[in-house]
Protein backbone atom coordinates (compact mmCIF):
# COMPACT_ATOMS: atom_id res chain seq x y z
CA UNK A 1 0.00 0.00 0.00
CA UNK A 2 1.20 3.28 -1.33
CA UNK A 3 0.66 6.65 1.03
CA UNK A 4 3.62 8.76 -0.22
CA UNK A 5 2.15 12.43 -1.03
CA UNK A 6 5.11 12.52 -3.57
CA UNK A 7 4.33 11.79 -7.21
CA UNK A 8 6.83 11.02 -10.22
CA UNK A 9 5.55 12.88 -13.19
CA UNK A 10 7.25 11.56 -16.28
CA UNK A 11 6.57 13.29 -19.52
CA UNK A 12 8.67 14.22 -22.43
CA UNK A 13 6.22 17.28 -23.18
CA UNK A 14 7.83 20.04 -20.92
CA UNK A 15 4.71 22.32 -21.27
CA UNK A 16 2.35 19.05 -19.82
CA UNK A 17 4.82 18.32 -17.34
CA UNK A 18 4.97 21.31 -16.02
CA UNK A 19 1.12 21.86 -15.86
CA UNK A 20 0.83 17.92 -14.39
CA UNK A 21 3.43 19.37 -11.50
CA UNK A 22 1.17 22.69 -11.35
CA UNK A 23 -1.63 21.06 -11.20
CA UNK A 24 -0.18 18.30 -8.10
CA UNK A 25 1.57 21.42 -6.27
CA UNK A 26 -1.94 23.17 -5.82
CA UNK A 27 -3.74 19.68 -4.74
CA UNK A 28 -1.04 19.06 -1.79
CA UNK A 29 0.58 16.77 -3.69
CA UNK A 30 4.95 17.07 -4.01
CA UNK A 31 6.06 16.33 -7.74
CA UNK A 32 8.88 15.31 -9.10
CA UNK A 33 9.47 15.91 -12.75
CA UNK A 34 11.49 13.93 -15.16
CA UNK A 35 11.52 14.77 -19.06
CA UNK A 36 12.23 10.42 -20.16
CA UNK A 37 11.53 7.24 -18.55
CA UNK A 38 15.34 6.49 -18.77
CA UNK A 39 15.97 9.85 -16.12
CA UNK A 40 13.55 8.40 -14.21
CA UNK A 41 14.75 4.55 -13.75
CA UNK A 42 18.53 6.20 -12.99
CA UNK A 43 17.08 7.40 -9.29
CA UNK A 44 13.84 4.83 -8.86
CA UNK A 45 15.73 2.55 -6.67
CA UNK A 46 16.68 5.15 -4.36
CA UNK A 47 13.10 6.57 -4.42
CA UNK A 48 10.39 5.87 -1.96
CA UNK A 49 7.44 4.31 -2.83
CA UNK A 50 4.91 6.79 -4.49
CA UNK A 51 2.78 7.11 -7.46
CA UNK A 52 4.20 7.33 -11.19
CA UNK A 53 2.76 9.67 -13.89
CA UNK A 54 4.28 8.43 -17.21
CA UNK A 55 3.41 9.51 -20.55
CA UNK A 56 2.88 6.34 -23.32
CA UNK A 57 5.00 7.67 -26.22
CA UNK A 58 8.18 9.22 -25.36
CA UNK A 59 11.69 8.63 -26.54
CA UNK A 60 14.07 6.37 -25.47
CA UNK A 61 11.71 4.01 -23.51
CA UNK A 62 8.01 4.09 -23.88
CA UNK A 63 5.35 4.77 -20.94
CA UNK A 64 4.53 0.79 -21.00
CA UNK A 65 8.42 -0.38 -21.10
CA UNK A 66 8.20 1.84 -18.11
CA UNK A 67 5.71 -0.21 -16.26
CA UNK A 68 7.04 -3.49 -17.50
CA UNK A 69 10.81 -2.65 -16.31
CA UNK A 70 9.44 -1.59 -12.55
CA UNK A 71 7.89 -4.98 -12.96
CA UNK A 72 11.09 -6.69 -13.25
CA UNK A 73 12.90 -4.48 -10.62
CA UNK A 74 10.17 -5.82 -7.89
CA UNK A 75 9.61 -1.73 -7.05
CA UNK A 76 6.09 -1.03 -5.90
CA UNK A 77 5.64 2.06 -7.69
CA UNK A 78 1.92 2.42 -8.98
CA UNK A 79 1.91 3.58 -12.04
CA UNK A 80 -0.57 6.06 -13.71
CA UNK A 81 -0.80 5.93 -17.74
CA UNK A 82 -1.80 8.80 -19.68
CA UNK A 83 -1.65 9.63 -23.21
CA UNK A 84 -2.92 11.99 -25.85
CA UNK A 85 -4.08 9.36 -28.82
CA UNK A 86 -6.13 6.82 -26.61
CA UNK A 87 -6.94 3.53 -28.21
CA UNK A 88 -8.94 0.46 -26.28
CA UNK A 89 -5.69 -1.75 -27.04
CA UNK A 90 -3.63 0.41 -25.32
CA UNK A 91 -5.76 0.84 -22.16
CA UNK A 92 -5.43 -3.33 -22.11
CA UNK A 93 -1.99 -3.20 -22.64
CA UNK A 94 -1.31 -0.82 -19.85
CA UNK A 95 -3.66 -2.61 -17.44
CA UNK A 96 -1.76 -5.84 -18.36
CA UNK A 97 1.53 -4.59 -18.37
CA UNK A 98 0.57 -3.45 -14.84
CA UNK A 99 -0.74 -0.05 -14.45
CA UNK A 100 -3.36 0.78 -11.93
CA UNK A 101 -5.11 3.27 -14.01
CA UNK A 102 -4.95 4.87 -18.05
CA UNK A 103 -6.22 8.35 -18.66
CA UNK A 104 -6.63 10.60 -21.75
CA UNK A 105 -4.97 13.99 -22.83
CA UNK A 106 -5.60 16.95 -21.37
CA UNK A 107 -6.09 14.75 -18.54
CA UNK A 108 -8.99 15.95 -16.25
CA UNK A 109 -8.50 16.99 -12.56
CA UNK A 110 -11.47 15.33 -10.94
CA UNK A 111 -10.24 12.21 -12.96
CA UNK A 112 -7.07 12.33 -12.36
CA UNK A 113 -7.19 12.86 -8.51
CA UNK A 114 -9.32 9.93 -8.23
CA UNK A 115 -7.01 7.99 -9.71
CA UNK A 116 -4.02 9.07 -7.33
CA UNK A 117 -6.50 8.35 -4.46
CA UNK A 118 -7.44 4.58 -6.25
CA UNK A 119 -3.46 4.26 -6.93
CA UNK A 120 -2.41 5.42 -3.16
CA UNK A 121 -4.24 1.65 -2.17
CA UNK A 122 -3.05 -0.16 -5.12
CA UNK A 123 -1.04 -3.36 -4.31
CA UNK A 124 -2.81 -3.75 -1.12
CA UNK A 125 -3.48 -7.36 0.79
CA UNK A 126 -3.70 -10.36 -1.39
CA UNK A 127 -7.22 -10.68 -0.10
CA UNK A 128 -8.50 -7.30 -1.16
CA UNK A 129 -7.24 -7.89 -4.88
CA UNK A 130 -9.12 -11.56 -4.46
CA UNK A 131 -12.31 -9.18 -3.15
CA UNK A 132 -11.98 -7.21 -6.03
CA UNK A 133 -11.77 -10.00 -8.22
CA UNK A 134 -14.84 -10.88 -7.24
CA UNK A 135 -16.25 -7.99 -7.24
CA UNK A 136 -15.74 -7.61 -11.09
CA UNK A 137 -16.92 -11.63 -11.35
CA UNK A 138 -20.28 -10.40 -10.23
CA UNK A 139 -20.68 -7.55 -12.12
CA UNK A 140 -20.11 -9.42 -14.97
CA UNK A 141 -22.22 -12.07 -14.17
CA UNK A 142 -25.46 -9.21 -13.86
CA UNK A 143 -25.23 -8.67 -17.69
CA UNK A 144 -26.76 -10.87 -20.06
CA UNK A 145 -25.49 -12.89 -22.44
CA UNK A 146 -25.32 -10.50 -25.21
CA UNK A 147 -24.07 -7.91 -23.01
CA UNK A 148 -20.94 -9.91 -22.44
CA UNK A 149 -20.06 -10.64 -26.09
CA UNK A 150 -20.68 -6.90 -26.76
CA UNK A 151 -18.31 -6.29 -23.50
CA UNK A 152 -16.02 -8.92 -24.50
CA UNK A 153 -15.97 -7.37 -28.44
CA UNK A 154 -15.40 -3.19 -26.67
CA UNK A 155 -12.21 -4.42 -24.74
CA UNK A 156 -10.85 -6.07 -27.77
CA UNK A 157 -11.11 -3.01 -29.56
CA UNK A 158 -14.04 -3.61 -32.06
CA UNK A 159 -15.81 -0.08 -33.38
CA UNK A 160 -19.50 0.39 -32.77
CA UNK A 161 -20.23 -0.27 -36.74
CA UNK A 162 -18.32 -3.51 -36.64
CA UNK A 163 -20.12 -4.89 -33.76
CA UNK A 164 -23.15 -4.15 -35.32
CA UNK A 165 -22.00 -6.16 -38.41
CA UNK A 166 -20.85 -9.13 -37.27
CA UNK A 167 -23.89 -9.52 -34.56
CA UNK A 168 -26.70 -8.16 -37.02
CA UNK A 169 -27.89 -5.62 -35.22
CA UNK A 170 -28.02 -1.61 -35.94
CA UNK A 171 -25.03 0.51 -34.52
CA UNK A 172 -27.81 2.39 -32.59
CA UNK A 173 -28.61 -0.84 -31.11
CA UNK A 174 -24.97 -2.00 -29.99
CA UNK A 175 -24.81 1.93 -28.43
CA UNK A 176 -27.79 1.18 -26.35
CA UNK A 177 -25.98 -1.85 -24.89
CA UNK A 178 -22.87 -0.26 -24.02
CA UNK A 179 -24.99 1.87 -22.31
CA UNK A 180 -26.65 -0.51 -20.23
CA UNK A 181 -23.73 -2.48 -19.50
CA UNK A 182 -21.38 0.57 -18.12
CA UNK A 183 -24.56 1.08 -16.17
CA UNK A 184 -24.45 -2.14 -15.04
CA UNK A 185 -20.51 -2.23 -13.99
CA UNK A 186 -20.08 0.86 -12.91
CA UNK A 187 -17.94 2.04 -15.18
CA UNK A 188 -17.44 5.74 -16.21
CA UNK A 189 -14.68 5.17 -18.36
CA UNK A 190 -12.65 3.24 -21.09
CA UNK A 191 -9.88 2.49 -18.06
CA UNK A 192 -12.73 1.57 -15.65
CA UNK A 193 -14.26 -1.08 -17.79
CA UNK A 194 -10.81 -2.52 -19.33
CA UNK A 195 -9.63 -2.70 -15.36
CA UNK A 196 -13.00 -4.90 -14.32
CA UNK A 197 -12.92 -6.39 -17.78
CA UNK A 198 -9.50 -7.76 -16.39
CA UNK A 199 -10.14 -8.62 -12.77
CA UNK A 200 -13.18 -10.29 -13.64
CA UNK A 201 -11.39 -12.96 -15.68
CA UNK A 202 -12.52 -12.01 -18.80
CA UNK A 203 -9.79 -12.98 -21.94
CA UNK A 204 -8.91 -10.10 -23.39
Known amino acids: MVRASEIYVIDDDEAVR ?13 PYLYPSALHFLDECERLRPACVITDVRMPGMTG ?30 AMKAGACDFLEKPVDEAKLLKAL ?8 HTSSQAREQDRAADLIDTLSPREQHILQLVVSG ?24 MRK ?5 LSELVRISLAGGLDV
Open 64 to 93: LELVRRLQDLGLSHPVIVITGQSTVRMAVD
Open 18 to 30: NSLGFLLRTTGFT
Open 185 to 189: LGATS
Open 158 to 181: KANKVMALALGISPRTVEVHRANL
Open 117 to 124: LAAQNWRG
